[in-house]
């Protein structure tokens, strides 16, 4: 295989122009419809936080009173993930809403099936919009197809008068106005956006890590004028995104070739046609990381890239490929660093790939901790408690 | 590895021209189409973006170009043979004349499965349980999906998650996660406004064209749901 140099704008200084962006500012219609009265618009609670996008405009960024609209793949099959958001915002005491009624975004089978249509997905969206609304709540997507989908959604919205009519006409029916957020988050960007305060909670050492970053095609390529991109990473060439935490923590970011390539996860491919997606996720992806940067860990920030980064490296290890690299989500580097427990919190026993030498180089007794879960597993077997609790979980 | 793709004139002969025409026009109705589509400066940016490109006898430009020519015949083919090995991860997206591959691709993908093409059915073969999934609970997957014979190329790892499923799931400090069947709790009335949106948008029509069986399944599951929630006019035939 034949890697392409590492191309690197060090010899000029990117200034983003917000008033010379090659494309429009959703958000300006977003308001203007508001003001025609064709939909709620809710603010980004204050105090917020302010990054900047691509082309150099401020996106808000909620610190609290946040709807956690949740990923499927990361509930059902790496849920430390989601946990690790939770245990981020609990540890600085901030509101947010855990919802029961949200649906997924139903995106992923939509890309995978086309089993659906451009009415039902925004239909989809805009029910958990006003699902948010009801309750007072802002919206923070946790999942990186979800965030690209609803905001290809949003510009279907805006642009579409018929299908606008339509959905409005089943909200209508189900009870429920029109709702579209001021922003369009996802949490990876409010983890960023809260780098310094975590940084400054730190307990774990990790300046001695060297990470690799696999940014989300979903986070960044879909509607790519929204990514949150810093002149200060890469030079304003790429999204800051994960790179720009993962640095505030000490963390070593090391550039590999194929940054721009997808995960291999292809949707369907994952589910039915995984020759694919473990093919490409080890070969373009896991062993040119390995290669070029020899990380400690691999990080993320999307349901579908943890699992297809991570998983696929267990059938190509039979194959003697370069393998064995952790791969973690920006969340749980983040709850880690300030002292989160790696099961209880990460729930890392969900993760296929072996992290232990990772944990073990971070100072963390691997064998005692596991030992401090399954003492907690076993008091749910006998029966003397239910569930392990946020407060076992914070002890 | 697949095959080479064979992109000779009128490969399905089987197939009039008329009815490659008509599944042309349908794709071109798509609201979406003008804004995906604009034609195509064959620089094959997209192409070296592609992963399914490296992997699959497969080109985002190839589509692009047929779709811009409005070649009928060629299209029904990439329709048939091409499309199902996108991944839908949009680094096409990259073209300098402001294309959307992949975007034409989701438009296409519809058109099969909405006419109910043979090759859609069988690249969705094994797929049925997760649209089961998606419909039924509005989650893609869900724990209890974990099994070893699902994913043998995942390892043991997975065997151990399903021995332990139930405790490990309880293990789960957020509430909202103490789930086996779905990723979280979803209460009764959300999933009853999820039917009826798949209800008003006509969605169960377009599981009908892949799979009838699941279609009846599901349709016997839902219209019983949303009778106990007092939607007793509802029916989805």
Not at chain 1, 181 to 188: D, K, N, R, T
Not at chain 2, 76 to 98: A, E, I
């Amino acid at each position: 295989m034949i890697h392409l140099p590492v191309l690197k704008a060090v010899d000029r200084e990117f200034e983003a122009k917000p008033e010379e962006a090659p494309k429009e500012d959703i958000r300006e219609a977003v308001l203007q419809l508001e003001k025609e009265g064709e939909w709620i618009v809710p603010r980004v609670p204050e105090p917020f936080m302010e990054v900047k996008t691509k082309f150099g405009r401020t996106k808000k960024i909620p610190v609290e009173k946040t709807w956690h609209h949740k990923s499927c793949g990361q509930c059902g099959h790496i849920p430390g993930y989601s946990t690790s958001i939770f245990w981020l915002n609990r540890a600085f005491g901030l509101d947010y809403h855990d919802p029961t009624d949200q649906t997924s975004c139903t995106a992923w089978n939509y890309y995978a099936s086309a089993t659906s249509n451009p009415e039902a997905q925004a239909a989809v969206a805009m029910r958990n919009f006003a699902a948010a609304h009801e309750v007072g709540y802002f919206p923070i997507i946790h999942c990186g197809t979800s965030f690209g989908h609803y905001k290809e959604v949003r510009q279907a919205l805006v642009h579409q008068h018929d299908l606008r009519r339509k959905v409005k006409k089943i909200m209508e029916k189900l009870g429920k106005p029109l709702v579209m957020p001021e922003e369009i988050v996802h949490y990876s960007e409010w983890v960023m956006a809260m780098k310094d305060r975590i940084a400054e909670r730190q307990v774990i050492d990790m300046s001695h890590i060297t990470a690799t970053v696999h940014p989300a095609c979903h986070y960044h390529k879909l509607v790519e004028e929204d990514a949150v991109y810093d002149s200060e990473i890469y030079g304003a060439q790429r999204t800051a995104i994960v790179t720009g935490t993962l640095q505030a923590l000490g963390i070593n970011v090391g550039d590999y070739s194929t940054w721009f390539d997808c995960c291999g996860f292809g949707f369907r491919h994952i589910l039915v046609s995984r020759d694919f997606s473990r093919s490409f996720a080890v070969q373009r992806k896991i062993e040119v990381m390995i290669d070029e940067v020899k990380p400690d860990i691999t990080v993320t920030h999307d349901t579908g890239c943890v699992t297809t980064l991570d998983q696929s490296q267990f059938a190509a290890k039979a194959h003697g490929k370069k393998v064995g690299l952790p791969v973690l989500a920006d969340s749980q580097v983040a709850a880690l660093a300030m002292g989160a427990h790696p099961y209880k919190v990460l729930q890392l026993h969900w993760h296929n790939t072996d992290n232990k030498a990772f944990l073990r180089k971070i100072g963390i007794d691997v064998e005692k901790t596991w030992a401090e879960f399954e003492a907690e597993t076993e008091k749910i077997k006998r029966g003397e408690k239910q569930f392990l609790t946020w407060e076992d979980a914070e002890k | 590895m697949k095959q080479a793709l064979d992109l000779s004139y009128n490969k399905y002969s089987d197939v009039s021209f008329e009815e490659k025409e008509r599944l042309m026009e349908e794709m071109k109705a798509d609201d979406r189409w003008h804004h995906i589509l604009y034609g195509c400066y064959e620089c094959g940016i997209c192409v070296a973006a592609c992963p399914s490109a490296r992997f699959y006898d497969f080109s985002p430009r190839i589509i692009a170009q047929a779709a811009a020519r409005e070649d009928a015949d060629l299209l029904y083919t990439l329709m048939n043979d091409s499309v199902w090995d996108c991944s839908q991860c949009f680094s096409c997206d990259r073209c300098p004349r402001q294309n959307s591959p992949g975007q034409i691709i989701t438009v296409m993908r519809e058109v099969a499965v909405k006419n109910g093409l043979k090759t859609a059915k069988e690249a969705l073969e094994g797929y049925g349980r997760i649209i089961y999934k998606i419909m039924a609970t509005g989650s893609q997957v869900s724990p209890d999906m974990l099994q070893p014979n699902a994913f043998p190329d995942w390892g043991g790892h997975v065997k151990e998650i399903s021995d332990n499923l139930d405790v490990w799931r309880k293990a789960l400090p957020p509430e909202t996660l103490h789930t086996t069947e779905t990723g979280w709790y979803v209460t009764d009335k959300t999933i009853i406004e999820l039917y009826l949106i798949w209800h008003m948008t006509g969605v169960m029509d377009l599981i009908k064209g892949v799979d009838e069986g699941l279609h009846m399944i599901l349709v016997d599951v839902m219209e019983e749901r949303l009778e106990e929630a007092g939607y007793d006019d509802v029916n989805f035939d």
